[in-house]
């Protein structure tokens, strides 16, 4: 069965470190979908990323980056120069065709980022 | 982007009341819904697998008798908890598929806050 694991449960830095925020997939599957999501304290989810499994280039947004290595099932997601205002919890989450056949979202457990001034 | 509404955002109820939750893509049609629960400090869990027209599909442990999901458009999906106790104090999310969007495409509600006395 699909499974997500996110072995960190809570990470605080110092603003303008960077951190990095691991996640590790379980799939049968050969096509699948990776997400992350941020819910900063208000409980709405962000929307952050989606890369399929045939895509492992890593990606750069702003400050965010994404690292895919299928060979070690990670989708590991580093945040630059942090700031406070990155406080919040990530979470991964799997899709594949195992999900049922709405294909629904399996997330990890999350990880409670703190972000210190 | 794709929006989905919830409300209310916040409810508060006696034990024993029935509380409904409405769920709306504003600008897309949705023919597969979500809903989550999230506990404080844990994960989104799936509880139903909702889709226009039919009934819903339910995750192993949740009593579809307690909690009643609608979905009779394409825009529209409910939630009702019935006979609430204090603990189905959660927060309930529901998310949406756009029904032209590419796969496991899903968008998050703002989530609504349910506690009950």
């Known amino acids: 069965a699909q499974k997500v694991t996110q072995a960190q449960t809570e990470i605080s830095v110092v603003e303008k470190e960077d951190v990095t925020l691991d996640c590790v997939y379980e799939?049968?599957?050969?096509?699948?979908?990776l997400f992350w999501y941020k819910q900063p304290p208000s409980g709405e989810l962000v929307f952050l990323i989606r890369?399929?499994?045939?895509?492992?280039q890593n990606e750069i947004s702003g400050r965010y980056s994404w690292n895919f290595q299928k060979s070690t099932s990670s989708f590991n997601f580093t945040i630059t120069a942090s700031q406070v205002v990155d406080s919040a919890v990530y979470f991964c989450?799997?899709?594949?065709?195992?999900?049922?056949?709405?294909?629904?979202?399996?997330f990890g457990s999350g990880t409670q980022l703190t972000v210190l001034p | 982007g794709a929006v989905v509404s919830q409300h209310p955002s916040r409810v508060i109820c006696k034990s024993g009341t029935s509380v409904k939750i409405e769920c709306r893509s504003l600008?897309?049609?949705?023919?597969?819904m979500f809903w989550y629960r999230q506990f404080p400090k844990q994960s989104l869990m799936l509880m139903a697998t909702?889709?226009?027209?039919?009934?819903?599909?339910?995750e192993q442990g949740v009593e579809k008798d307690k909690f009643l999901i609608n979905h009779a458009s394409l825009t529209l999906s409910t939630l009702t908890v019935t006979s609430a106790h204090p603990e189905d104090s959660s927060f309930y999310i529901c998310?949406?598929?756009?029904?032209?969007?590419?796969?496991?495409?899903?968008?998050f509600g703002p989530g609504t806050r349910l506690t009950v006395l």
């Open positions: 998310s949406a598929r756009d029904r032209s969007g590419g796969a496991n495409e899903q968008f």
């Open positions: 799939t049968r599957d050969t096509t699948y979908y």
């Open positions: 890369r399929n499994s045939f895509d492992e």
């Open positions: 989450a799997l899709s594949d065709s195992f999900s049922g056949s709405a294909r629904q979202l399996t």
């Open positions: 600008d897309f049609q949705a023919t597969t």
């Open positions: 909702s889709n226009e027209g039919s009934k819903a599909t339910y």
